[in-house]
């Protein structure tokens, strides 16, 4: 039986990925990235300052962090606006998978005592809000460390490599990239991956949705992952242009 995806998309095809660079707003890094009808604005900011468990570190280093939010119009039923510091618990478990993924090619020590915030809103969601996050967010990132002013500092040393990340999954038996909603609801496992430019794994977050998946299932996930990131990679490293770092 042959197996046909929405839009005709091959199992290891992405959704279109278009890059709006910069965008609206006044952060030195402002980035909206779309992949098929997901749209996340990604935003960096710089801060001269780290947290206050962070003073006093000698040699000075700095921080990379991030929040994560969906906007009541990203999706239906509308979702309830997060208030007064309160964040869900998908909310927190998604931005510090944030937060970790870009801290890891990032080099504390020649950032400097100063931090930088990553935004991640989704304006419209329909699968694969997390990974597109991390891989606008890096965009925005760089973006946001070139920017940065200061006698001596170098900002190409600030990053060790460059990271992006994906969704990959189990449907109907067969392993599939980049999951849109209705594949996602549906799907057998679930699965997301980061890794960075040179293909080293940050984090691989896998579930078996319904039954289990065997070690042959996970190595195809694995392989149409890393066939995604490559070239998700790419697409960033054409959208930054003479500013990629890695």
């Given amino acids: ?7 005709g998309r091959k199992p290891d095809e992405l959704r279109p990925i278009t ?15 779309r992949a098929g009808r ?16 962070k003073k006093g570190e000698i040699p ?23 208030r007064g510091g309160k964040v869900d618990g998908r909310s927190t478990e998604i931005q510090r998978l944030i937060g970790r993924s870009l801290r890891s090619v990032i080099d504390t020590v020649a950032l400097g005592a100063r931090t930088i915030s990553i935004d991640c809103d989704v304006l419209e969601a329909d699968g ?22 200061a ?12 990271i992006a990340a994906v969704s990959v999954g189990i449907l109907g038996g067969n392993p599939i990239l980049d999951l849109e909603y ?19 794994f940050v984090e691989v977050q896998g579930t078996a949705e319904k039954g289990t998946f065997s070690y042959d299932e996970l190595q195809q996930q694995l392989a149409i992952a890393n066939k995604g990131i490559r070239e998700l990679t790419a697409i960033q490293k054409q959208i930054l242009g003479d500013l990629w770092p890695a």
Wanted: glycine fraction near 10%; proline fraction near 7%.
């Fill in 182 to 200: 209705v594949e996602d609801s549906r799907a057998e496992v679930d699965m997301n991956v980061v890794m960075t430019g040179a293909g080293h």
């Fill in 38 to 53: 997901t749209a996340v604005l990604c935003t960096a900011s710089v801060d001269e300052s780290v947290p206050p468990w």
């Fill in 128 to 149: 694969g809000t997390r990974t597109l996050s991390i891989t606008g967010g890096f965009i925005a990132l760089v973006d946001a460390v070139s920017s940065i002013q």
């Fill in 151 to 162: 006698e001596g500092f170098d900002w190409r040393k600030v990053f060790t490599g460059s």
């Fill in 19 to 33: 890059v709006e660079r910069p965008y609206l707003g006044a952060a030195p890094g402002r980035v909206l990235i």
């Fill in 1 to 7: 039986m042959s197996f046909e995806r929405p839009g």
């Fill in 60 to 82: 000075p280093t700095g921080w990379v962090t991030a929040e994560y939010s969906m906007l009541p119009g990203s999706t239906a039923p509308r979702k309830q606006r997060e």
